[in-house]
């Protein structure tokens, strides 16, 4: 099951629903006074480096009945699942009342919060009480830590005892990842 985010005009909805697996069992709820939210990316093709990228969006909040809604399904299918995999773009969709559900009620929580030229930075881990395994980019474990000069192995132990995580990864794109479990380091 996937549960997110559409916008109430612009919906892309026949793109979204064309574009999802067939075992895929999408819930969408439509963010009022928003579209869908759209990134395009314009990539320099010899070196395949990002440029500049357009987002169209509103990434305020939802409303409080928007929230309350997505919060009383989030309820109700929680107990349903052994595993909860949250992937947190930080616009707007998950509040602290959403977000402290899922640290309560997911039986087993995956986390990725993202770090975009969109939320300009704000969208940090540490938002989440808790979670079981944490996946995050070397720069935003970097941001989550303020702290550009420790290694990434001190970082994600302290990343690992804040949420109370014992799994975490942290990408290095064309230099790996780097993974960490408790108990084995």
């Known amino acids: 099951a996937m549960v997110t985010i559409l916008g109430d005009r612009d ?10 697996s067939s075992n895929v ?22 070196l395949i480096q990002k440029l500049f990228e357009l987002y169209e969006m509103n990434d305020e909040d939802l409303g409080p009945q928007q929230a309350q809604e997505l919060c009383a ?13 949250v992937v947190d773009y930080g616009h707007g969709m998950l509040g602290r009342d959403a977000v402290g559900l899922l640290g309560r009620q997911a039986r087993y929580l995956a986390v990725n919060t993202q770090s975009n030229a969109g939320n300009r930075g704000f969208n940090t881990i ?6 079981d395994y944490v996946c995050l980019a070397h720069h935003e474990i970097a941001l989550e830590e303020r ?12 990343v690992s005892q804040k949420l109370d995580s014992n799994r975490v990864t942290v990408t290095r794109s064309k230099d790996g990842n780097v993974c960490y479990t408790q108990g084995d380091g």
């Not at 919906?11 to 999802?20: A, D, I, N, T, Y």
């Not at 709820?29 to 395009?40: E, L």
């Open 147 to 158: 702290n550009q000069r420790d290694g990434d192995h001190q970082m994600i132990l302290n």
């Open 11 to 20: 919906s892309q909805e026949q793109f979204v629903r064309e574009h999802l």
């Open 73 to 85: 399904h989030l309820e109700a299918v929680l107990p349903e699942y052994d595993l909860v995999v």
């Open 126 to 131: 540490s938002k989440y009480p808790r979670a």
């Open 25 to 46: 069992e999408p819930t969408f709820f439509y963010k009022a006074d928003s579209p869908t939210i759209v990134k395009r990316r314009w990539v320099e093709s010899h």
